[in-house]
């Protein structure tokens, strides 16, 4: 393929994009940029654009922020003065057959871009890529943890709800680091897994008895499971930790009434963006590679 006859928009996010986007240029496409943090010096073959509808204009295909959307469709970007939310007025202008590449979709998107015939391509829960950019999420975990609570990590009692690829790197993780893990999870498979990685493994159902006397609750579902009867048997100076996209694992307005610490970490890969960036742009340009070819 040439990647020459390509425009590219790298719209949103944070310093993970700025890889990316140096990834795309080094192809040799063009590449149009907004709503992520510019460098000093700019970003060699990248043309920085003054709105996220300037940057989407003409473009074969968008690259939006591995973190997610939020409940109001707007796409991640913690340093951009606007709320970016991708509507069908900006993505009309994009060149057929546009496609966009992202981690995970809501429904708004999806009912933007239906009608335009639009490709949607997520890759949230693409395994390779989450164990690539593991790591760097289970780092930030730990600089959360660390920068809110006044315990060790060593002997806390610290409960993980949810055990997919990101809730088992932090499991053989804090129990190296000599947490007392306890796992609650919903497949019989992930808490035998847990249980031989040293844990103490639970199901949902038992939640409440678990949180008795836990120290740190880390969630990584991407559902509402852990509600407002559970977080009430926590001991208040409990800290929680959501690693989820929206909307999240945990009730944070029960845990607000109650008075428990709450964090939502979120873009927790943005601890080693260049890592991050390129391993995720491994990614997307394999399935740039893929629509491509399928086109011709």
């Not at 940029?33 to 990248?46: K, L, Q, S």
């Amino acid at each position: 393929m040439n990647w020459k006859d390509l425009v590219i928009a790298v719209v949103a996010g944070d310093r993970r994009e700025q890889e990316i986007a140096r990834c795309a240029a080094a192809t040799g496409a063009a590449v149009k940029a907004y709503g992520f943090p510019w460098p000093a010096g700019g970003i060699d073959g990248v043309a920085k654009q003054e709105s996220a509808a300037a940057c989407l204009h003409g473009a074969d295909f968008a690259l939006f922020p591995i973190p997610g959307i939020a409940p109001d469709g707007a796409l991640f970007a913690p340093q951009c003065p606007e709320r970016i939310v991708p509507d069908h007025a900006m993505l009309r202008a994009m060149r057929r057959p546009a496609n966009i590449i992202l981690g995970w979709a809501d429904a708004k998107l999806k009912a933007a871009c239906e009608p335009l015939g639009i490709g949607l391509h997520e890759y949230e829960w693409d395994d390779d890529l989450m164990l690539l950019r593991g790591p760097a999420i289970v780092e930030g975990m730990l600089k959360a943890v660390i920068e809110n609570t006044d315990i060790t990590i060593h002997n806390a009692k610290i409960c993980l709800v949810g055990q997919g690829t990101i809730g088992s790197l932090a499991t053989r993780t804090l129990y190296a680091l000599g947490a007392r893990v306890h796992v609650a999870a919903r497949n019989p498979v992930q808490r035998a897994a847990a249980y031989a990685a040293g844990a103490q493994p639970h199901e949902l159902h038992e939640l409440g008895n678990v949180f008795k006397d836990t120290d740190i609750v880390i969630s990584s579902v991407p559902s509402q499971i852990v509600g407002r009867d559970a977080l009430g048997r926590l001991p208040k100076h409990a800290l929680l930790v959501d690693l989820a996209a929206p909307p999240g694992g945990i009730d944070r307005d029960a845990a607000a009434v109650l008075g428990l610490k709450f964090v939502w970490a979120r873009g927790l890969g943005s601890r080693a963006p260049v890592t991050v960036g390129r391993s995720q742009w491994g990614g997307i340009r394999r399935r740039i590679e893929e629509i491509v070819k399928a086109r011709q």
